[in-house]
């Protein structure tokens, strides 16, 4: 608020001197969008405590609609998306609106983590010996300190000098609250592993 409170400022005395006033708000939006996004996780971390209705939904589908999303800001970040969705899944009991959310935090997280580019894989696949589908989002990015990787989960942690600390630890909550669960394998320098794996039954009782 800072930041937006001081371009502000500093965009009304360009617009006495006759200057250019579009750095400073270009800068404005940059901050009011972070904002938005810190009160977004907030608000679902607070909406992950609430108890909603599962029901059977496309797991391929709620992928594809993330994609969507998100591919300007892959566009813009040279981001190739290789997309291998399965075509065995059966329909699985969801909050859909959380399970998205799970999966917009993993692809934006993904994305930051490759700032100069590279590769997101994302596929679907069924396990049905665990009674299980899941969902792999794999990255080129920087990758995550082996040191660090058990700390990842945790609220208000994180390894980007902006970041809240609340992207991952709402999606390992909405993904337990599913009876799911989410794996994590990275190398620095190589690219993160990020998988989902949701059951294809409701889980017995919700934690």
Known sequence: LQSVLGCLGLAREALDEGESVAP??????????????????????????????????????????????????CEKKNVEVLWEPADDLPPVPVASDQIKQVFLNLVLNAIDA????????????????????????????????????????????????????????????????????IEVDSKPGVGSVFTVWLPVRPPATRP
């Open 114 to 181: 490759m700032s100069e580019g590279g590769k997101l894989l994302v596929r679907t696949g069924l396990a049905p010996e665990r009674g299980m589908v899941s969902v792999v989002f794999s990255d080129t990015g920087v990758g995550i300190p082996q040191e660090l990787l058990s700390q990842i989960f945790e609220p208000f942690f994180s390894t980007k000098p902006d970041g809240t600390g609340l992207g991952l630890s709402i999606s390992h909550h909405i993904v337990t609250r599913h009876g799911g669960r």
């Open 24 to 73: 400073y708000l270009e800068v404005a939006l940059v901050e009011i969008q972070r904002i938005a996004r810190i009160i977004t996780q907030m608000r679902d971390l607070s909406r992950a405590n609430v108890q909603e209705e599962l029901k059977l939904s496309s797991i391929n589908e709620l992928v594809e609609q993330v994609l969507v999303l998100t591919s300007t800001q």
